[in-house]
Structure formats: C-alpha cells, structure tokens
C-alpha cells in the first residue's frame, strides 16, 4: 500500500534552516508530481511546493519563493523540501502529499516550529 513518512521537522531560530524528507513507499514514485503542504492548527491545509515527475518542473507558493526548494531522488524514492531563511509564519505541521488516479495520499506530518 502507499505509504509517505516525513521527517526532518523540529524547532529552528528564525534565519534558520530545515530540511524535510519524504520517505515513499508501494508505488512508483518515479512517475508522479509529488507535492508538500502545511497546516496550520484551526487553518486549512495549503500547498507550499510541488515537482513534476522526473523533477524537471516546481512550483512554490508565493510565500515560500526563494526560501524553500523542492526536490526528489527517485533513486532513493525520497521527496525533499530545503527550507532556509525560516520565519515564524511558517511554523506548521508539514505533509508530503501524491495523487494517484483518483485517491490522494498524506503522510504523517512533521512539525516546524520557527521561534527564538
């Protein structure tokens, strides 16, 4: 079955740096736009950035354009999101996210605190 399991959350200083991983398992990750949003508590889930299959192509909210990159190693079926120059409006639970035919698929979520 697919499974997406998140990691690399925690708590940063503002100006810093994450980096989050992806780890996807029970399809072929290769062949799919994989994306990562965020939730804030008592917000709806938005979508921070997404990579075309073979990673040729990202998009990036406009929040988050120049300060996160999006990227995938379809070696090691691991979708990625380099986030750097961190603030304390971004501070959520982060979801990597694929869709397939016609059903969606979330992980767990991992949690980015941005606070001094």
Known sequence: QVQ???SG???VQPGGSLRLACSASGFTFSSYYMSWYRQVSGKERELVAGITAGGANTNYADSVKGRFTISRDDVKNTLYLQ???LKPE???VY?????IVIAGYWGQG???TVSS
């Not at 979801?95 to 869709?99: A, I, L, Q």
Request: charged share 10%.
């Open 95 to 99: 979801y990597c996210h694929v869709w």
């Open 4 to 6: 997406l399991v998140e």
């Open 110 to 112: 991992t949690q980015v």
């Open 83 to 85: 986030m750097n120059s």
């Open 90 to 92: 971004d501070t959520a």
């Open 9 to 11: 959350g925690g708590l």
